[in-house]
Structure formats: C-alpha cells, structure tokens
C-alpha cells in the first residue's frame, strides 16, 4: 500500500483506494469493464490485461480497494465466499491438518469435513475462545488454523493475536474469516493473522445482490500461491459483480454504524424478554467476550442470536411469523434477516457436536427504523413489551478509526 494511503481514513480509503478517474474519459467511477480479452500490440506485449479470469481493471480496483481497508498489501477476489476459502484449501496436501473454530459457517465446516477429507486433509475443531484448547490441537502436520469471529451463529469472539501467535509458532497459516465484523469494525491483519478471508455478499457489498469473496494478505508468497489457484481453478466474480461490490464498499462505515446501533438496541430488549433464554451480542456486558470484543474491534456489529423456550418448533414458528425481518438465508444487507441456523444454514452438522442449539434464531439486523424492528420481534414471538430502548444514533466521529 502506497504511504499516503497508510496516512488515510477508512472512510477516504473506501471511496477512493483503487479508484481513480479513468484515464481515457475522465469517469470518476469505476467502469464496469465487460470484456472476456484484451488485445495486444504484438506477442506477449499488452497493457497488463490478458485475458478476463487471470485479471480485469474492475476486479483489480476492487481487490486494491478492500486491500487497504484490511491495512494489507494485496487483495484477491472471488466468486463467492466459498470459491475464496475453496482456494485457501488448496494450499494443503495430503496428510496436512486444519484446526478450526467448533462454531463457524456450516458451509466452511461442510468443506473441510466432507470435501477435502477425502484428500487426506484432517481437521479438528475446537473452541478457540481459551487459547489454550488451540495449543492443545496442534500438531506437527498442522498447515492451517482458520479463525472466525465473531462466530456464526453463536457470536463467539476469539482473541485474535493469541491464536495467530500460536499458529506462527507452530508454523501454520492462520486465516481469520472477517465477515461478521467487516473491515470497518476490525482489522485482522494488524493483530497478527497472516490472511483475512470475507463473503463480500454480506456486510461490504452490502445490499443482498450480489455473491462474491476477497483474501487479503501480505506476504507476497502467499499472494503469489493463492494468485496461481485462482487463475488455475478459474473461480473469480465477473466484473459486473466487482462493480456492486466496490459500490457496496464506498458506505461501509455508515452502515455499520447503523447495524451497530440498531443491533444493540434490539440485544438489550431481547435479554429482557420473557420468553427468551439466551442472547448472543458481543456488545452485551454479559457476554463472555464482551472485554475482548471492546479491545479488537470499533463496535458490535449487527448480528446476534438467541434461543427461545420450547427449542426448535417455537424457533420455526417464531421465525416465519415476521414481516420486517425476511426468513431467508445470508446475512449484511441493508434489510433485515431472520434464520433458524440448526435447519438451515448449519444444517450440515445436524447431529454432530458442532450442532447449535435447536431454539437458536439468528438475526441479521439491517437498517430499518429500531421501532419497527422491535415490534415486529414483539409480535412475533407472541409477548413482551414492543417498546424496546432506542437506539443510540452515533454523532459524527463518535466511532472514530482506531486504524
């Protein structure tokens, strides 16, 4: 990254890293370059653009851009959140080991587990939040220590620097899988991870139209292996699809903001509910990583969940009976979602230990007016008082960059 972009602000940074106004015509948005080649001035001599899977200007800008946001060197983007973490995986051979949070995305488990067991990749997951279980997991073959937090759906939070230290230690990558938090709310890279990993469909592109991954590091080596598997296997977003995420980008800041807000208002009305047992939100002085959760990242995000009495049935029932919050998978967008994790997103360790719990109802909370939110959760689970706290709207820099 360039010295003055170091010097910049989150906010200058994601409407301006990688994007400055097109040379030919003066465009100060990055066009949408919708080519499959490019021509060339004699063999092998070109203006840095081949062909449209080993790279294209749209994409370039984009992984600039969500480069400096997660303070690293170099970006890599894909078709999806699993085409990225598909890609890390093919850093292992046979015989190498994975230690893995015990609570992340079912689709990451699913991979792992059910995909690359069959290569002779073993994998043990544990609970990351005591460092001392990740000692304990590793071993001589181990290759890789992949890390997400907060965790989905339990909202773990895991402390960052300790397990990366220990991953270095032992001579392992560590990944940590940023999505929940965004670069906006936490910064991986600079607490000691060697790559940060996102679905770039969730909270960066930000508005549920688009499906897209980013890895962003720093050590060239690992650019220059995770460049190669991304060109080989080929699983790289169109330039359309740079283009909404790079779009989605620009007001990161201000909508986290707004996630933040709006979700802990909704957790501080939850924990009072009679019907509820449990509630999951880092920015809860209850919650087990809460103190951690203050010291790596700006604020709590928009993500939470909570059990209700009478387990997965009343999960169900309560789930498909809002109107604001739309049951449907996914997670970031400007709208919010509601999902019972155990029958659908986690349904892939059903049955194991790795399994949330059955009365689990995850929210992704999105932007609506806190009000409305409230009361369409109060009707919804049946009883309990509609009105909730308001939610506190940040004044400007009241969440200043701590980056």
């Known amino acids: 990254m360039p010295d003055d972009m170091r010097r910049q602000g989150f906010e200058t940074l994601a409407i301006h ?19 499959s080649t490019f021509a060339q001035e004699a063999v092998g001599k070109h203006k840095g653009y081949e062909y449209a899977r080993t790279g294209n200007p749209t994409r370039h800008a984009l992984e600039t851009c969500l480069a400096a946001l997660e303070a690293g060197e170099w970006g890599l ?44 990749v073993t994998l043990t997951a544990v609970d990351m939040r005591d460092p001392r279980t990740v000692r304990r997991a590793l071993r001589k073959r181990t290759r890789i220590v992949w890390i997400e937090t907060p965790t989905n759906p339990m909202l773990k939070v895991v402390d960052i620097a300790a397990v990366t230290g220990l991953a ?9 899988d940023n999505t929940f938090a965004s670069p906006y709310l936490q910064q991986p890279l600079r607490l000691g991870a060697d790559l940060v990993l996102h679905s770039t469909t969730k909270y960066i592109g930000g508005h549920s139209d688009v499906v897209g991954g980013m890895i962003v590091g720093v050590s060239e080596d690992l650019r220059d292996r995770l460049a190669f598997i991304q060109n080989a296997a080929g699983g790289v977003p169109g330039p359309l699809d740079a283009w909404l995420v790079l779009r989605g980008a620009k007001t990161l800041a201000v909508r ?4 933040s807000a709006n ?8 924990i009072d509910h009679p019907r509820v047992t449990a509630v999951n939100y880092p920015g809860l002085p209850s919650h087990h990583g809460h103190d951690l959760a203050r010291r790596q990242m700006r604020a709590f995000g928009g993500m939470l969940s909570f059990e209700l009495k009478g387990g997965e ?4 029932r309560m789930a498909a009976r809002t109107r604001i919050f739309a049951l449907a998978e996914s997670l970031g967008g400007v709208e919010s979602l509601i999902e019972v994790p155990l029958a659908m ?6 049955g194991t230990k790795l399994a949330p719990p059955p009365g689990l109802v995850r929210l992704s909370v999105g932007l609506e007016s806190l009000e409305d939110l409230i009361a369409d959760l109060a009707r919804a689970i049946g009883s309990g008082d509609p009105s909730g706290p308001k939610a506190s709207r940040p004044r400007p820099g009241a969440l200043a960059s701590r980056v």
Not at 24 to 32: D, E, L, S, Y
Not at 263 to 270: D, F, K, R, V
């Open 263 to 270: 979700g802990q208002a909704i957790a501080e009305w939850l």
């Open 345 to 350: 997103t986690h349904g892939s360790v059903r």
């Open 17 to 35: 890293a990688g994007q400055e106004p097109e040379r030919t015509t003066g465009a100060v948005v990055v066009p949408i370059f919708q080519t």
């Open 256 to 259: 986290m903001d707004r996630h």
């Open 313 to 316: 049935a009343a999960a169900k």
């Open 168 to 176: 270095r230690k032992a001579g392992a990558i560590s990944i940590v």
């Open 77 to 120: 983007a894909f078709a999806s959140g699993m085409a990225a973490t598909d890609a890390v995986a093919h850093l292992l051979s046979s015989g190498d080991h994975v230690v893995m949070g015990d609570d992340v995305y079912g689709g990451t488990y699913r991979l792992f587990a059910r995909v690359f067991d069959r290569l002779g």
